[in-house]
DNA sequence: TCAAAATCTGCATTATTTTGCGTGTTTTGA
DNA sequence: TCAAAACACGCAAAATAATGCAGATTTTGA
């Protein structure tokens, strides 16, 4: 058995087992316990595992650089922007907030989609810089950094003379009285250039963004063509939404 | 039997079993496990798999995210510039270009530097959206894909209003008599445009990048203020940059 | 067609890597 | 605190690789 494979059959155990021992890892490949102990060592100076007195554990999630985007709940928010994905077709044109649900739906968009999309953030840009076939134009300006998205009136300025087809807006906020809202101003104010920009407005939220509120008006219920949610269009809680003329994907 | 024929049956066998071992090989082919060796080092250096000490594996492949960035010869780009670390000083405007070593470049700036930074590339700005004391501004356009960066009009019209103390620009060809050029022709316009923009010009560099030219020429070596590469200032390999003017760090 | 050049292959030699074992140290848990 | 378990380190044997060289084979170009 060559040492890659021993490696593979570490890390396969390990990732099951959520630890290995050094004793039994022995015992099972019929090797001294040095031998593998120097394997877990190798392993862990790649950062493949963590070693520890007795064995090795899984490594620990490493928050610490800027380009390992840990996204909250991103297994519910892929089913939500899987169902937006009916809405994309060949040559239109998009323009994409940031946030991490946008973020998860560019990571879902078809290889083969041709389409142009306009977006302020860095995230998403890296994201859809993957696609072959997307034009991909992205709007500078003053970086707002924890956000990673620009923002200020160079953005405003060429938001507005976009012609979107579609553009797929990320919520904090959202109730049925006061519609889309921000916690910050001058997002609030790209939001609404957003949509004045586009036939189409998309927001894709998780429930628990419903029947609450912030500071800063993007634009009421009428203004969003279509919401799309982790919840079934027809779910009680989406009923008043329902009633205003939203339609609930 | 001929090589190539070796050579597609040792990827057979190899998708067939996950793995190939030199010995193995040498008796099913009645041949030596020199040619053998030298049969998996050539796939080896094709990327069609990866050879190990007593064998081949198949290739891992770990590429297929965007987030990951791998910078080749992280190590000795960090060497070089640690020393350009002394040209930055609070509440100067900054211009980067993108590439590999201005990315491990913006990595070691300072968390205390106050400074205005304008760059066009997704990576640099991802990595200095961290530091909390640079205000920093993202020049839009449309992105060239492979090298995650903005290009075109948008970025010149941008770059060209600017007033910079001091330009870091990365470098895919230098040599005494072109002085810098490019391979893109859109990359060497948006560099001709930060270089008019800035007071100083830095580039920085590993030395395989001497004595070596691409298609479109970006500058003049009289142009450049301060290069910066792994060789000491004195090296006889640099004796022809230093006599041009330019100052070497 | 033929000789020179390029390529391929195996062998011998040398270098490197892997591995188990002995020895002494560190960690663990009662 | 103490004994058992786990570990680190150096060493030596074995396995594997790299390298130079020579003979064989193929390709090239006149």
Known sequence: M??????????????EEQKVVTTDLAL???????????????????????KVYGGAILVTENTSDVFNINISGEEEKKQIVAKA?????????????????????AKLIPADLKATIYTYSLPIAMQLSQHPNIDL??????MQKNAMVTIGMDVIQVVSKIKADICFIG???????QGLTEIGYEISIVKKAMIEASDRVVSMFSSDKLNTKMPHVVCDLK???????????????LEEYRKSGVFIL
Chains 1, 2 share one sequence.
Request: glycine letters at 4%; charged letters at 30%; a negative charge.
């Open 2 to 15: 060559l040492k890659a494979e021993r490696h593979k059959f570490i890390m396969t155990k390990l990732v």
């Open 28 to 50: 099972a490949l019929d090797l001294s316990e040095d031998t593998i102990r120097r394997d877990l060592n190798e392993l862990d100076n790649k950062k493949l595992l963590e």
């Open 85 to 105: 994905l009916s809405l994309l077709h060949d040559d239109q044109v998009i323009i994409m907030s940031g946030g991490s649900t946008n973020l998860v739906f």
């Open 137 to 142: 134009i992205f709007i500078g300006g003053k």
């Open 171 to 177: 919520a904090s906020s959202i109730n049925v009285k």
């Open 223 to 237: 203004q969003l063509d279509t919401i799309v949610t982790n919840l079934d269009p027809r779910d009680p809680s």
